[in-house]
């Protein structure tokens, strides 16, 4: 998908964008018509949907004109890193040593790749 969206760097990524997210909830609606959800769940599905899903990815389809593709991969990795420590700080639920450990790795190799884009090459390189 991110590389599909790189690639139309002149073309609109949010169409890609808009596409993707027709095709996802085309193939949900079915699981979802199983169900009955009150007036509540649908808000939340419709707040999550909207806060927790579009405008992430429209500022996403934004952004990937400016940035390359191993880059946008690598800074959405944080999104499920960032998840347990919202819910630590939200909800109080601690994190296992593996999950800590697992984000201090995506943490460093995006750091890394950011550190590395930005060092100073010769001039004959």
């Known amino acids: 998908f991110m590389l599909c969206m790189r690639k ?13 997210n027709i095709l996802a909830a085309l193939i949900g609606l079915p699981f979802l018509l199983q169900e009955h959800p009150t007036a509540v769940e649908w808000s939340g599905m419709l707040l999550m949907g909207v806060v927790q899903t579009g ?32 819910v630590f700080m939200i909800v109080g639920e601690t994190p296992t040593l593996l999950a800590v450990i697992g984000g201090f790795i995506v943490v460093a190799a995006v750091v890394w790749r950011a550190l590395w884009a930005t060092r100073v090459r010769p001039a004959w390189a």
């Open 8 to 20: 139309q760097k002149d073309g609109s990524t949010t169409e890609s964008v808009l596409l993707g």
């Open 55 to 86: 405008i992430p990815f429209v500022l996403l389809a934004l952004a990937i004109k400016h940035i390359t593709a191993v880059e946008s991969i690598l800074i959405q990795t944080l999104e499920p890193i960032l998840n347990p420590i919202w």
